[in-house]
């Protein structure tokens, strides 16, 4: 996944300004709901920050900010087209690398996912902090799941820098053909509720079968570029090959292509050949 530098905007102008424009509601009834709003910011962000998002309360009315009303702040006034607040949403939907997908790092990001799903935390449905760049993939098998243990939460790339680490690898499940699988590294130093919410994000986005198809194509190009190797069996040649793949990737530790060249680096009848072995026919057994 990619981390990206957390949102620094003034929340409470972002909400003040929504709430002008939309009217329906008074300049006292604002600047209340401001002071009530300062206070659930910064619940939320000390939460995150440690890792305590299951305490963060869900939503409740305070006078005419209702769940109807905050979220049409974000559909009329954050995401409309002559929304006031039009430009943050597209800073934010921009602000990735490459326009990546932080939370599967593949797919091109889309949509804003809010992190907290706004139809139970509405509160947070124009703070920038809540709002994630997403592509439509990720956001469609995130969709209302609830945050309320640790087996049941995503990772937050604004809070939770896993870039520096390797954390998944690549399984060989059989070599001929071959066919192959991607999982969550057992890492007890991350701390059980880390590596909790690591799994929880891994298999409910189903990162397994995108790295995989991934990967797949991968193997298959590989097949084909090192097949003249066979008959000399240059098999130094072939390992060199990988390393040069493996160092290009070397600065994505926490990627499935890590992931992918690090093992085949370390499988012997692989790089002796056993690279011929792949089949594109071969359905793969996780997708």
Not at 60 to 84: H, I, R, W
Not at 198 to 203: P, T
Request: hydrophobic residues 35%; charged residues 25%; aromatic residues 12%.
């Amino acid at each position: 996944m990619y981390f990206i530098p957390c949102p620094n905007d003034n929340d409470l102008k972002i909400f003040e300004d929504c709430a002008l424009a939309k009217g329906k509601v008074t300049p006292l009834e604002i600047t209340q709901m401001k002071k009530s709003l300062a206070s659930k910011f910064n619940d939320f962000n000390n939460k995150m920050s440690n890792g305590d998002v299951i305490n963060i309360p869900r939503s409740t009315p305070f006078g005419s900010f209702n769940q109807d009303y905050m979220e049409k702040l974000y559909t009329e006034q954050f995401v409309g087209a002559q929304g006031v607040c039009r430009d943050t949403y597209e800073r934010i939907l921009a602000s990735p690398l490459f326009l990546k997908c932080p939370m599967c790092a593949e797919s091109t990001v889309t949509e804003l996912d809010h992190h907290l799903p706004k139809n139970s935390y509405y509160e947070f449905s124009i703070y920038t902090k809540n709002l994630v760049p997403i592509c439509s993939r990720c956001n469609k098998k995130k969709r209302h799941t609830m945050p309320d243990q640790a087996h049941k939460q995503f990772i937050h790339p604004y809070y939770d820098d896993f870039s520096k680490c390797t954390w998944i690898e690549m399984v060989i499940l059989n070599m001929n053909p071959i066919e192959i699988s991607f999982q969550c590294i057992e890492d007890d130093k991350m701390g059980k509720v880390r590596l909790a919410k690591l799994k929880s994000h891994f298999s409910r986005l189903k990162l397994n079968e995108l790295y995989t198809s991934h990967a797949l194509v991968k193997l298959h190009d590989m097949k084909n570029s090192l097949h003249e190797m066979i008959k000399p069996k240059d098999w130094d040649g072939v390992a060199s090959e990988i390393r040069i793949h493996l160092k290009g990737v070397a600065h994505r530790p926490d990627s499935w292509e890590f992931a992918l060249y690090t093992k085949l680096l370390k499988e012997r009848w692989y790089i002796e050949g056993g690279f011929d072995n792949f089949d594109p026919k071969v359905k793969p057994r996780n997708i």
